[in-house]
């Protein structure tokens, strides 16, 4: 695992909230832009309070961020062509 999964996977380690700043730092090595990163942050802001509560997290965590960590095979915080075919079709 690399260093950025585990600030993502860690990201509530000893902390009941996160704010947008928080997320925006966990997402930088990810092949993302800023304004994405925002998107994601305001996606995942179910509450629309600016910060995130564990419950926000572990939610988009479960149905976003970990099925890509788990399709993205060789680390490069990107999913190409072959890892998005074979990450589609694998449970065909």
Request: hydrophobic share 45%; net charge negative.
């Amino acid at each position: 695992m690399t260093s950025a999964e585990v600030d993502i996977l860690k990201l509530f380690d000893g902390r009941d909230s996160i704010t947008k700043e928080d997320f925006f730092l966990a997402f930088r090595n990810f092949n993302v832009s800023n304004q994405e990163v925002l998107e994601l942050f305001a996606f995942a802001n179910i509450k629309k309070d600016g910060i995130l509560s564990q419950d926000e997290w572990r939610a988009f965590l479960q149905i976003f961020v970990q099925p890509f960590l788990n399709c993205d095979y060789n680390i490069d915080h990107a999913l190409d062509q072959h890892e998005l075919k074979v990450c589609v079709f694998k449970h065909d």
